[in-house]
């Protein structure tokens, strides 16, 4: 602390400074206003600084910024213990608790106007944010910036994608701090619409170690009216600067008193399963408006999809382009006759997810306009309402309803949003009227109204727009390609999932995701919110397709079991063909039995960008399941069980890779094995190179204990 001061003291001339600590005493936040009214905060964990004092503010368009000139009207502390319970998700209770500090600025030189920062400080970190109150001299304003920094204290390794104004799916870098270059190495030709923004700039949620074993992670909460945050490195001092996505003009927001701006949150911890565990920043985000929440469904689906990324079908219905959405004859249009969501071929998964009990069947490429939505940044590509010929939208409703199985709609929006918002209504009207009740979301492209980012503060209003009138209909939201959440899935829990990142579709037709790819992911982009990254692939290398690529997941079947543990998300999709998981029952078994909402969630090991195991207990249910997976490099490990009921059995079977395994040569081996556990019990984990074990946990019966081996 006393080197914390003297710091700051060296850099400015303090007027005022107040400290909080977080309720357990080891964090402890600095706020300070310098001689001439700039304010600075600095946060550090017991002896440790995490961020160095740091400057904070807003820069205002056509009038004096709210960055210096301030003096303190006043400054409330307070304190909040509470105990919540998400509709969904990895833990059935949250404790909400923190200590607040409220800082009132008046700038007197500026007719007294008024800025308020408000700090949360928590256990795992920190949050903080601006708020505009009504106010004499500022009513409608136009943010041109933020002055808000994170200063670190070296040159930390550091888990980053490049920063961008459209995207979130590239792959991993790590690097320390001083040797980010986001201009190189990230495949941009693979990623249709990319706005990098600098050599020097990354995007959140990012992932940094020090070199004195603190886990740093910078992120949002609650992004609301308000553009995405991309951070902006000096690679000599190691200060973070925030950079906001513009608008096709180049303002950052148009905001109106009273106004506040989302949480800029730090989440720090001595260990990384604590930053896993953090919910900072669920706890920053206002609690849902819905009433009603009982037709919310956590779930498994299948669906017309993977088999479209292989080149097995085709999303279009005739090869042909230039058609259009008023002029064109679609029953008169010769088929191609590898249309992939016609309705025998949609029967035959919704009998397979009837027969594996899945909740849902997505169908993409059942409306007209696919033949050219690519790449034409055309402004009516889609109706959402007019399904293609062979797509018969009566019966599937029918034959789905029988079998006890919900179709789930696509829209993909080719990012003609302006479009997308004027049919919105008649698009859920007709979803309601067919029987579906989610809906996945695409944005691939570049947005129209022409100009506007994926990540700007019109987009973001956008996607709040669809998870509230989504919500209004009774309907659930999976979003590909959005901004990457920052957890206003508490506010809109119909807003299961969102891609925004890089899923399992890259090695379907791009050199893929490295082998750590999924072992950075929880540390970073899961950080806000769930992923639909599609986990199970069963047959890993396309070229069994035989379509001429030589593209493959590049991890083992195994570790593909495994993600539906270690990426947690409500909405998992079972993403190989069903013909694939009919070759291998006992693994699929897996997915079968495997929850996708939870009662409690143990971090068993982690690190970033090496390896993770998880292990889950099913909400409301006697039964566990364990996920571990590892980066490139093979690994054991000895993990215990001491997490079970004492002196309870349970049946864990064990599905791990087969010991001749390997990645790229014999990706597809493993064994399944089971075995009497309880509480006492030590498993020794072994995973190959870019390999994963998956368990489940059940209770024994007199029987199971007869027939088998103690562990
Ligand atoms: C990209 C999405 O991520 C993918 O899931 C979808 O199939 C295609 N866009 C087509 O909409
Ligand atoms: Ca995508």
Redesign the pocket.
Known sequence: MKKLLIASLLLFSLSFSQTIQSPNGKLTLTFALSANGEPTYALSLGSKSVVKTSKLGILLKNQPSFDKGFRIAKTDTSSHDSVWEPVWGEVKQIRNNYRELAVTLHQKAEKDRTLIIRFRLFDDGLGFRYEFPIQQNLQYFIVSGEATEFSLTGDHKVFWIPGDYDTNEYAYSTSQLSTIDATVGHAADEIFARTPVARNAVQTPLMMKSKDGLYINIHEAALVNYPAMNLSVNQKTFALSAVLVPDPVGNKAYLQTPAKTPWRTVIVADNAPAILASKLILNLNEPTKLADVSWIKPQKYVGV?WE??VGVST?NYADTNNVSLAGTDWSALKPNGRHGANTARVKRYIDFAAAHGFAGVLV?GWNIGWED?FGQWKEEVFDFVTPYPDFDVKELQQYAAQKGVKLIM?H?TSSSVSNYERRMDAAYRFMKEHGYDAV?T?Y?GKIIPRGEYHDGQWMINHYARVAEKTGQYQIMVVA??PVRPTGLHRTYPNWLAC?AAR?N?FNAWSHGNPPEHETILPFTRLMGGPM?Y?PGIFQIKMDYYKNGRTTQVHTTLTKQLALYVTLYSPIQMAADLPENYERFPDAFQFIKDVATDWDDTKILEAEPGDYLTVARKTKGKDEWFIGAITDENKRSSKVSLDFLPKSRKYVATIYADAPDAHREKNPMAYQINSYIVDSSTMLNLSLVSSGGTAISLKPATADDVKKLKEY
């Open positions: 999809w479209l990324h999303w993409e939505w696509h993909e996945k695409g691939v590909h390609e891609e899923g579709e639909d599609t």
